[in-house]
T-cell receptor
Framework: NAGVTQTPKFRILKIGQSMTLQCTQD?????MYWYRQDPGMGLKLIYY???????DKGEVPNGYNVSRSTTEDFPLRLELAAPSQTSVYFC???????????FGSGTQLSVL | RKEVEQDPGPFNVPEGATVAFNCTYS??????FFWYRQDCRKEPKLLMS???SGNEDGRFTAQLNRASQYISLLIRDSKLSDSATYLC????????????FGAGTRLTVKP
């Protein structure tokens, strides 16, 4: 099992550019999440999904969009990138809303 | 004030030492509690859940004090491989959709 796979691992964007962070899981988990981790801060939830076609905002959703067309994939879209979006992004999934989170290996994003 | 607070450390201890981390949380209605481990530049991984009665997993013991709103992690007989950042995680609801992560406590175990 690959688990949770994120691409790319690193990316540098210019201010105002857009990009999509890809996340896919092969564990047939219904629940998927996007977090960001800033230095000296805890992970913060951006968006989550409880199943295909259902998404909802987390703690810090501004500047991001998500979609969930399949159980496996949960891409995160950044529109008009800003320096404040420089961070490490983690995708995660869980079998149910009560089970432990499985994290992808992260994407280091810099916006310059 | 952060909702979940941890001493950032670093804690530098020799092999074989016992080390304890504390974590405080501000939302008294929080429902579930966890310790995650994060190696440098890696993803977090669940170390253990924290139950009201306290629980142990090998060299690791977790305690919860709801009245004082803190949880603790005790590591006995530290190994070099225990070097990592330990994240305190508090779930404000019964599900995963409202989890709050502490910034982490960094531990370095030295020979």
């Amino acid at each position: 099992n690959a688990g949770v796979t994120q691409t790319p691992k690193f990316r540098i964007l210019k201010i105002g550019q857009s990009m999509t962070l890809q996340c896919t899981q092969d564990m047939n988990h219904n629940y998927m999440y996007w977090y960001r981790q800033d230095p000296g801060m805890g992970l913060k939830l951006i968006y989550y999904s409880v199943g295909a076609g259902i998404t909802d905002k987390g703690e810090v959703p501004n500047g991001y969009n998500v979609s969930r067309s399949t159980t496996e994939d949960f891409p995160l879209r950044l529109e008009l990138a800003a320096p404040s979006q420089t961070s490490v992004y983690f995708c995660a999934s869980s079998y149910s809303e009560y089970e432990k989170l499985f994290f992808g290996s992260g994407t280091q994003l810099s916006v310059l | 004030r952060k909702e979940v607070e941890q001493d950032p450390g670093p804690f530098n201890v020799p092999e074989g030492a016992t080390v304890a981390f504390n974590c405080t949380y501000s939302n008294s209605a929080s429902q579930s509690f966890f310790w995650y481990r994060q190696d440098c530049r890696k993803e977090p991984k669940l170390l253990m859940s924290v139950y009201s009665s306290g629980n142990e997993d090998g060299r690791f013991t977790a305690q919860l004090n709801r009245a004082s709103q803190y949880i603790s992690l005790l590591i006995r007989d530290s190994k070099l491989s225990d070097s990592a950042t330990y994240l305190c995680v508090v779930n404000r609801r019964a599900n995963n959709n409202d989890m709050r992560f502490g910034a982490g406590t960094r531990l370095t175990v030295k020979p």
